[in-house]
């Protein structure tokens, strides 16, 4: 068998043994598959992973070690360090992506189209904020989600300058991957905090389990430039 069958086959399994996890609602067999998904990629895209890449090396830290933690998030101290080490992984995405955007002068209506995209997306993201706090009642927590909010925000507004100035493979794939765990954290919410169902859920981890795959495919692509776009 090929390596990479082999691999698809583990991956597959984990996906499988997540969502068996949700249907039956053992919590432990959900974030055993969350984890394994995670250890095959790493295996698979091991000797293209770049060397000496503090994001990415932070990046994968935060990520397995959140993913660990999440075996004890009933314990409410441990749901807040979660949530913690999730931004920690979008500060280090956004670090990336910021590393290999070049920025060009670009034409007013260019600029009118990313400040409008912007505004539409922070006050979508405002209003949903605002729904979550008449959900949670510690003042406390309600603070950490906005930061939360906020990073995810940055992940967002990074995610089209890089694309509209690079267009390259990789800016497509640092887009797809935010935009991927943007509706994840939006299925999540809507599970826990508007409608509990097993259908949003199951959606919800499998689209996370996109953006991680996307994630690992941003940092072993190479900048290549399709065409340049103006924009800043």
């Not at 660990?68 to 992984?89: A, D, E, K, R, T």
């Not at 991957?177 to 169902?197: C, G, N, Q």
Request: hydrophobic share 55%.
């Amino acid at each position: 068998m090929k390596q990479k069958y082999f691999f698809a086959l583990l991956v597959i399994g984990a996906v499988t043994a997540s969502v068996t996890g949700i249907f039956q609602e053992k919590f432990w067999l959900e974030k055993t598959g969350e984890l394994f998904f995670i250890l095959p990629l790493l295996a698979y895209y091991y000797k293209k992973l770049p060397s000496g890449n503090y994001n990415l090396y932070a990046f994968l830290f935060f990520l397995v070690t959140a993913n660990i933690l999440s075996f004890f998030h009933p314990v409410w101290f441990f749901s807040y360090i979660g949530i913690g080490l999730w931004i920690g992984c979008y500060i280090f995405l956004v670090r990336e992506a910021i590393k290999h955007t070049e920025y060009e002068k670009g034409s007013r209506f260019m600029t009118l189209y990313f400040v409008a995209v912007v505004a539409i997306y922070a006050y979508l993201l405002s209003l949903h904020v605002l729904e979550l706090e008449r959900s949670l009642s510690d003042g406390f927590l309600f603070s950490y989600y906005i930061i939360y909010y906020l990073n995810i925000l940055i992940l967002a507004i990074t995610a089209l300058i890089y694309y509209l100035n690079s267009f390259s493979k990789k800016s497509v794939f640092f887009m797809c991957l935010t935009i991927s765990f943007i509706f994840a954290d939006v299925f999540r919410d809507m599970e826990v905090f508007y409608f509990p169902d097993l259908s949003v859920e199951i959606v919800g981890t499998l689209i996370r389990f996109a953006a991680i795959k996307l994630s690992l495919l941003f940092f072993v692509t190479p900048e290549k430039k399709l065409r340049l776009l103006h924009l800043v």
